[in-house]
Every structure is written in C-alpha cells, then in structure tokens.
C-alpha cells in the first residue's frame, strides 16, 4: 500500500475543475499559497494546457490514474467538478494521495465514505463536505448542535443571490434538484440583512450526512432566493407539478439556460443552522458575496490543512475535523459575517437576527 504523500515533501495538488466558477478561486487562492504546485485540470485540453495543466475527465478513472502516474508527485487532488461515482476518489485513497470533494449528492458521498478503510491503510485523508453547502452548512450545523447539548432537530436554511454568477455546473446542479418531491414542508425564518423569508426543502446533502456525524435524529435544509417573487413563482411551480419535466434532458437544459439568465437580485448569500432540544434553541448564521468564490476559499482552506496539517487518514466530513472548525471566522477578511449565537432557553430566539 502507498504511504501518502504530504505536502511537506513538497507534492503537487491537482485542481480538477480549476477554470470553473468555484475552481477558479481555488486555483488562485493555492497558487498564492503553494507557488508552482498547483495543476489545473478540465476536459478541455486547451483551456487546461493554456493554464499549465492537463486533461482529466472524471469519468474516466482508468485515464485518471495514468495522468496521476505521469504527474508522479501529487499530494493532493482538489475535485470542484462532481464525478459520476466514487472511481477517482477510490484511485486517490487508494494510491496514497488526500482528496478534496465539493460535491454535493447524498449517493455519491456515501460512496466515497465507504472508502475510509481504503484511506486508513494508505495514509490518505479525504475530506467531503466542503463549500457553502454542503460546508459552512455543516459547520455551522455542529456550533448550534453542541450549543443545545446535543440537538433532537437541526434546520438548515440556505438563501441564494440570483445576480450571483454560479458556474454551469452548480446551476444544472440546482435545476436537477428542483425535480426531487419535497420531504419537509416551507418554513418561515430570519436571515441576517434579508428579514423573515419562506425556505422551501432542498436536497442539499448536508441533512443527508449530518444526523450520522453528529447523532442528530433529524435534519433538513431549505433554500430560498434573495428575490421573494422569484422563491414564491419555484417552488409554487414545484408544489403544482410543473418541473416534474425536469428529469428530461431537453427541459434541464432549457431551465438551466434560464436560470443562468437570471440576474435580479444580488451575489449575497446566508446561510442560518437552528438547533432544538426541548425549549433549547441556538441559533447561528452567516453572510456573504459571491457564494461560487467563498465555496473556492473553503476549498483552498480545507487543502491547505490536508498539505499542512495533520488531519487523521480516513474519509471525514468537514465537521469532523477540529482544525477547520473556526473557518467561519477565517473567512472574515473575505467579508463573511459570522453572527454570534443566540442560544435563548426560549422559542423565537432567532429574531435578532434579521
Ligand atoms: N459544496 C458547495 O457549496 C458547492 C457550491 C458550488 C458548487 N458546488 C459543486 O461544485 C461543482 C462545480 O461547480 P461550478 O459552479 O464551479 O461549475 P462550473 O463553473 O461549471 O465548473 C465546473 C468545472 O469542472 C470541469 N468539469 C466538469 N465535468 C468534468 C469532468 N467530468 N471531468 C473533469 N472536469 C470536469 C469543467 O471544465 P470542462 O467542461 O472543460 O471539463 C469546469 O471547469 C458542481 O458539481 C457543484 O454542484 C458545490
């Protein structure tokens, strides 16, 4: 079995999606930090050979383990494209190498999950979970969570900027998304700088993994767009069967083209994690612009302590990591606003935050 390969010895990370939206920040922010090791890598050969990188798909694992055999000496791997299973991340662990997955499908981190033992024998360490959400969600999932003593329910809710510029992939991602039968009901809540919004359920994975890291019975996440009339017209379309059409690829792309369109609000996000137990409610919530561009600096963040740090080998979600637990406050300086807790033994406590 490989030994892994720390980024003390001065290994190579591999950027796979490192011209995208997210992948772009993520490649600047590591070259800054990692001067001449960092590898940018697409399908498209010339825009990745224009940037000083190679061509990997990742569906492909076969020709993904030949480019990681020429390349000789990567650390790391950073994914900011979603592969369609775990076969890149299995040639990674399973070679000695860390790996950074933004993905955000339930399915496809669970299968990465299950190579925690794969990791464990070659000294690899993955970490999942990574970006706005999944991410900060999850992080700030865990703080409201231990605020309670241990919560019975976490709600996450997600708002959207709809002038933000999100990449091709993550929109598909999103439209895809919109097809899925709602499992929880909308829900009224405060965001910081956006007053009362209703969020409506999302199949974000975060509800998917965090009732297994954190022992939490239950969670569920909802998302809402900076533009009211908007949220309303998605999902009452959703409620009314309208995008059950989704599901063919004709109709993905003509809404994935619209939804790329659309630029009426601004590039602000929130993201806002309720915990409950019994009359326990703590509440913790964050801000930010240009969600593609803070999701690129989780990202970078999360590399770095792989390349840097000491996290133990095996599969992890971020939120399972003490070292990336401050990251919020990290991000300060690119104008993420942590707002503090406010864990009132009571209901409503979440009201000073709009
Ligand atoms: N966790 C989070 O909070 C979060 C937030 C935003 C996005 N995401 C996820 O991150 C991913 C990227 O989002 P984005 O907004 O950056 O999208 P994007 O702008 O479309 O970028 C995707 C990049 O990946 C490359 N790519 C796509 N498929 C590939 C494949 N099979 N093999 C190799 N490279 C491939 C694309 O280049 P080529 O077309 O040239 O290959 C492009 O550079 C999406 O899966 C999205 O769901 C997660």
Redesign the pocket.
């Known amino acids: 079995m490989t030994t892994a390969k720390r980024g003390g010895d001065g290994g190579r990370v591999l950027v796979?999606?490192?011209?995208?939206?997210?992948?772009a920040t993520v490649t600047a922010t590591l070259g800054d930090w990692f001067p001449g090791r960092v590898v940018v890598?697409?399908?498209?050969p010339d825009?990745?050979r224009r940037l000083g990188g190679v061509r990997?798909?990742?569906?492909d694992p076969g020709g993904f383990r030949r480019t990681l055999e020429e390349l000789g000496d990567v650390a790391a791997v950073v994914l900011?494209?979603?592969?369609p299973d775990a076969g890149v991340a299995r040639v990674c662990l399973g070679s000695g190498v860390h790996l950074v997955d933004?993905?955000?499908t339930p399915r496809l981190l669970d299968d990465v999950a299950d190579l925690h033992g794969l990791a464990a024998g070659s000294g690899a360490t993955a970490v999942l979970?990574?970006?706005?959400?999944?991410?900060l969600t999850n992080l700030l999932a865990r703080r409201a969570h231990e605020a309670v003593g241990g919560a019975e329910h976490v709600d996450l809710t997600v708002l959207l900027g709809t002038g933000d510029r999100?990449?091709?992939?993550?929109v598909r991602?999103t439209v895809e998304g919109l097809a899925r039968a709602p499992e929880a009901g909308p829900a009224r809540t405060g965001l910081p700088g956006y007053g009362t919004r209703t969020a409506h359920w999302f199949p974000f994975s975060d509800q998917h993994t965090l009732p297994r890291t954190l022992g939490v019975a239950g969670v569920t996440t909802r998302l809402c767009l900076d533009s009211r009339p908007l949220t309303a017209m998605l999902f009452g379309s959703r409620r009314a069967g309208l995008l059950r059409g989704v599901h063919r690829p004709a109709v993905r792309r003509a809404l994935t083209a619209a939804f790329g369109r659309v630029h009426v609000g601004d590039d602000g996000f929130a993201v806002r994690a309720d915990a409950r137990r019994g009359v326990r409610h703590a509440v913790f919530a964050l801000t930010g612009r240009a969600?593609?561009r803070v999701?690129g600096l989780v990202t970078a963040h999360v590399a770095r302590e792989l390349l840097t740090g000491g996290p133990p080998p095996g599969v992890h979600h971020i939120e399972q990591l003490p070292a990336l637990a401050s990251l919020p406050e990290a991000l300060a300086e690119h104008g993420v606003a942590l707002w503090r807790p406010s864990d009132r033994a009571r209901e409503g406590a979440g009201r000073a935050l709009c």
């Open positions: 796979v999606g490192g011209y995208g939206a997210v992948g890598a697409g399908r498209d825009r990745a990997v798909d990742l569906t900011c494209a979603e592969p933004i993905s955000a979970s990574v970006g706005v959400a999944p991410g999100h990449g091709g992939d993550a991602w969600q593609s999701t």
